[in-house]
């Protein structure tokens, strides 16, 4: 057998993994669970490794983040696959157990298992060495049962028949980590998970499982019906060429983003634009070194009092008026424009030095 190139991403907005898996020997790839805002860095790594992205695989329809599936499509000319009882518009290919989905001489092999949600998918590595769960198991824990259909006894009997009757020393890759553990295996699992472990009974699961009281994922609203399309934007919107002046990220909402890091790194490179209101500037929050103030209201009739020349970085309180003026001054004409991503609060929080201000 052909030997497997196998990568662990991470993106820590939505604590999601995404896993790209390869054929070493005819450079196909598939990757699985791919995030919309992370599609630049995906893309990045395929290519650097020298391969040929065939597939991109959802687990489920998420609710908390937007898959990059459509994006990729754009970028690589992969292929989107989903679960055919998703229910999901714009897939290349809906899946159904047993059926394999192949990359090179490897394949996965599709397993359902419902529960965290109705058409929860498992992905199984050819020589069951490796297992991609999803939610329906988590490394300790398990998919919440709450929302898109889910059922307590639905999930228990999933992971009960298609999870753990996998070879213990099977290694299990879930679809998100809050902790910070990264894998587990089917043994681990069925010893020491505290919801699902051999010797906890149905009852007790499902007991357990109506008393999580968790909060709704904060992306749920936009997320699933994007993930309904695969990803795919209503506008259709693809970042403009001409944009590696910064690593940007560009945001389903269409907004072209940069993390608080760069700036501070990179100062003379871009001009600060503080969107603020004046109170605000002076204000408790205080402002970046080096940033001027245009209040949003004033900007479209100021934009000729900004450089054409420079890049041109937004900033407000938390990063949301800033990124109604990257629209704005792409309107004006300005090409290379970007919302400092989570806005002065964020540039405190990760401990940044600010003018003016209180601590
Ligand atoms: N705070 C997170 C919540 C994420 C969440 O609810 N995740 C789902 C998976 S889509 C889950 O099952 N979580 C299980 C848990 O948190 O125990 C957000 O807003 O995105
Ligand atoms: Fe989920």
Known sequence: MSMLIFRQLFDPQSSTYTYLLADAGSREALLIDPVFEQARRDAALVEELGLKLRWTLETHVHADHVTGAWLLRERLGSRIAIGKASGAN???RTLEPGERVAFGQRHLTVRATPGHTSSCLTYVLDDLALAFTGDAV???GCGRTDF???SARTLFRSVREQVFSLPEGCLIYPAHDYRG???SSVGEEQRFNPRLALTVGEGDFVGYMEHLGLAHPKQMDAAVPANLQCGRPQNDAAPADGQDWAPLTYTFAGILELQPNWLEENPRDAQIIDVREADEFDGPLGHIAGARLVPLGELAARSGELGRDVPVVTVCRSGARSA???VLLRKAGFSRVAN???GMQRWRA?????EGGTD
């Open 148 to 150: 898109q259909q889910g």
């Open 350 to 354: 990760q401990g940044y030095p600010v």
């Open 340 to 342: 400092l991503a989570g």
């Open 324 to 326: 109604q003026a990257t």
């Open 138 to 140: 988590l490394i300790r």
């Open 181 to 183: 553990l990264t894998c």
């Open 90 to 92: 714009g897939a290349d």
